[in-house]
């Protein structure tokens, strides 16, 4: 074994380590190919199969996400809610009239017959789409150049009216084909069919198939005629062009063709469709509501979330007083107004809302002036600003100086220009004093006013400035309405709410509502105020036979009018204006909205008008005795003065009778300039220009 192996190393062996020596290759033999690997089919069909079920359970998930079954039980469109003023009238309507659900298998067979006839006619054998359909549909739409047919079944219109849109595109429309699988797959046919009957239009805003008998014919589904089956499918292709109560004809003529269809698929007979005559209608008797008004725009969000998910037409009572509003109404047109727009509120001292104008026309501008309007107050905001003086002690018969007066790079002044001197709370309030009102902000501090107005309601920024003594901050006329009440209920704030109040709520909502009630002395001091303002002030325009509480506004340039106040337990805001905020020369809130408020009061209220002022003929001595007379508190040791407006003469009253009349120095006593102030009926307020920021 050894001298074999020595024998293998030598002649002609290579070393131990050498690279061995390629063979030499045999020119006449030939190496076949190396076989080829067999396909795998099983594998490449689990690898699909696998991609294909992912794939299945992506669209599953994404259709029970996008398209939960239970859409389809609901209506396509908000249904409708019937607005009632708070003693049960109707006051108006909004949304589509929607049906109660119907089932098919306790309809007559014509009846879902007759729409499976013009809409599907092969509904129990296809599996939600019909190729036959569809070809059609593609065919058409090519020749057209564009989307113009759907060949839907009934089960595509079902899931584009339930979870769709109706655009006309090919992604919406292969969304369709996957919801209708989805459709097929879980629910019955019968299942499909009643909630396709349930939500389908039949035009005059009525969905639904109970929603149409009911409308059309003043009947139950369950009554319909072969007739009027026909003629309701036939109103499903063009609704709104061939509703029968504005195209009979057009109606009648869908309602023949639908009929020849229901013969040509056996569910009908020739001598059974020649007994079907053309429909009589035989519409639902109604009251025509406006689908809108300015208290109804307001109120129907909440009436909407009070109710909760609805699935039928429901009804929901609300605050409005139907004489009341009429009364508001009234008042406004009687103003007379030209381009200025107007507004009107009027509530409880509790908030309720009992009526509204937002405009002088709703149908010409449904834009709600007295919720969504944000203007200046003007110098109704002057009742936080007292407010606050109030609460830091002083009362109405506290002084404060009207006289011109500069608070950083600001100086407020009175729009005419007129001066008293040191006067009462009482009288810088009646005569709506600008500079008095600076005066206080700035004794009293801006914050508390900012807080008064907070605590009375007002959410509205309010600029941390003491232009804001003059109304220079916006709110609407609602909310400043709202505030204004507080001071009628004696507690604050109050809430403006439009419908009834509900007998439960959270412990948040109940903590919300809980009212916090004035000081006695500081509630005294605001009924004074206000009432001076009616009864001596800029707000006389608006006095009554009965005692009333108010305050009068205008804005700089006369951009904006206001009047706001209260008597026996009815609170009223008016606001005139223009819309583009441009100014209104010689427009005050003592002259128009006063006068609307005063006969809106007097109506509203019952109450007879005020006296007339009687209107004497002219005594210059006899007005100049009055007048010695009214100052005779002024007497000096050496006689009574007094000065003759507009003559400038000065009269002197000796003890012994005697009278002197001389020209007037125009130096006058502040003392008797106020007094004499105070018989003349004072000038109304403006704001003053704000600085610029």
Not at 254 to 277: N, P, S, Y
Not at 355 to 384: C, D, H, I, W
């Amino acid at each position: 074994m050894r001298l074999a192996s020595l024998f293998s190393l030598g002649g002609g062996g290579t070393a131990a380590g050498a690279p061995p020596t390629p063979a030499t290759p045999d020119p006449l033999h030939f190496e076949p190919p190396p076989p080829k690997r067999p396909v795998r089919w099983g594998r490449w069909i689990m690898r699909v199969l696998g991609v294909l079920i992912v794939l299945l359970v992506v669209a599953i998930l994404w259709l029970a996400v996008t398209a939960p079954l239970s859409r389809s039980l609901k209506p396509p469109t908000p249904p409708s809610i019937t607005l009632l003023a708070a003693d049960g009238t109707p006051i108006a309507r909004r949304g589509a009239v929607i049906g109660d659900p119907v089932d098919v298998a306790r309809l007559p067979k014509h009846i879902p017959q007759a729409f499976m006839a013009i809409e599907d006619r092969r509904f129990y054998s296809h599996w939600g789409i019909s190729p036959r359909g569809i070809t059609r549909a593609m065919w058409n739409n090519f020749r057209a150049g564009g989307m113009r047919e759907g060949g839907s079944t009934i089960t595509q219109q079902l899931a584009k009216n339930a979870f769709l849109t109706s655009d006309r595109t090919f992604g919406r429309k292969a969304r369709e084909l996957m919801i209708s699988f989805w459709l097929e797959a879980w629910l019955t046919k019968d299942e499909i069919l009643s909630r396709y009957l349930s939500n389908v239009y039949f035009g005059d805003n009525v969905y639904g198939l109970s929603a149409a008998a009911r409308h059309y014919f003043s009947k139950r589904a369950e009554e319909l005629s072969v007739s009027q089956a026909a003629m309701l499918a036939g109103l499903v292709k063009a609704p709104s062009r061939l509703a029968p109560t504005v195209n009979l004809s057009g109606a009648r003529a869908r309602q023949k063709l639908v009929v020849g269809a229901m013969v040509d698929t056996g569910f009908l007979t020739k001598a059974e469709a020649a007994d079907a005559g053309p429909a009589r209608l035989n519409v639902e008797r109604t009251k025509e509501l406006p689908t809108g008004t300015y208290f109804a725009d307001w109120v129907l969000p909440e009436a909407r979330d009070r109710s909760g998910e609805i699935s039928n037409e429901i009804t929901v009572t609300t605050t409005l007083d139907t004489r009341l509003q009429r009364a508001a109404e009234r008042a406004v047109r009687r103003a007379g107004l030209r381009q200025a727009q107007v507004a009107l509120v009027a509530m409880r001292p509790d908030g309720t809302v009992v009526a509204m104008v937002g405009g002088k026309n709703y149908r010409e501008s449904p834009f709600n002036r007295a919720t969504q309007a944000r203007r200046q107050p003007g110098s109704t905001f002057k009742l936080f600003v007292y407010l606050a003086a109030l609460r830091s002690g002083m009362d109405a018969n506290s002084t404060v100086l009207d006289e011109p007066v500069t608070i950083g790079e600001w100086s407020p002044k009175n729009s005419d220009g007129r001066y008293s001197g040191e006067i009462s709370l009482a009288r810088a309030f009646a005569k709506s004093s600008n500079v008095a009102a600076a005066r206080l902000t700035k004794d009293v501090g801006v914050a508390n006013v900012i807080r008064a107005a907070r605590d009375l309601g007002v959410t509205t920024p309010i600029a941390n400035e003491a232009s804001i003594a003059l109304g220079t901050s916006t709110m609407s006329l609602l909310e400043l309405t709202s505030a204004y009440a507080a001071i009628a209920a004696g507690g604050y704030p109050v809430r403006a709410r439009g419908l009834t109040a509900e007998q439960e709520g959270t412990w948040l909502e109940r903590l919300r509502g809980r009212s916090t009630q004035f000081g006695d002395r500081e509630l005294e001091g605001m009924r004074e105020l206000l009432s001076r303002s009616i009864a001596s002030g800029t707000g006389r325009s608006a006095a009554l036979s009965i005692t009333g509480f108010g305050k009068t506004g205008t804005t700089q340039d006369n951009r904006d009018a206001l009047f706001v106040g209260y008597a026996q337990g009815l609170v009223a805001g008016v606001w005139v204006g223009n819309d583009d905020n441009s100014p209104n020369p010689g427009l005050q809130g003592g002259g128009i909205p006063a006068r609307i408020w005063r006969d809106f009061m007097i109506d509203a209220l019952g109450v007879p008008p005020p006296p007339a002022p009687v209107v004497e003929e002219e005594d210059p001595v006899g007005n100049l005795i009055e007048g010695i007379a009214n100052d005779a508190d002024a007497v000096t040791p050496d006689g009574v003065e007094a000065e003759i407006e507009g003559l400038g003469l000065n009269v002197r009253l000796g003890r012994d009778g005697s009278i002197a009349v001389g020209s007037s120095d125009r130096r006058r006593d502040p003392a008797l300039a106020d007094r004499r102030d105070e018989r003349r009926p004072p000038p109304e307020d403006e704001v003053g220009t704000p600085p610029r920021r």
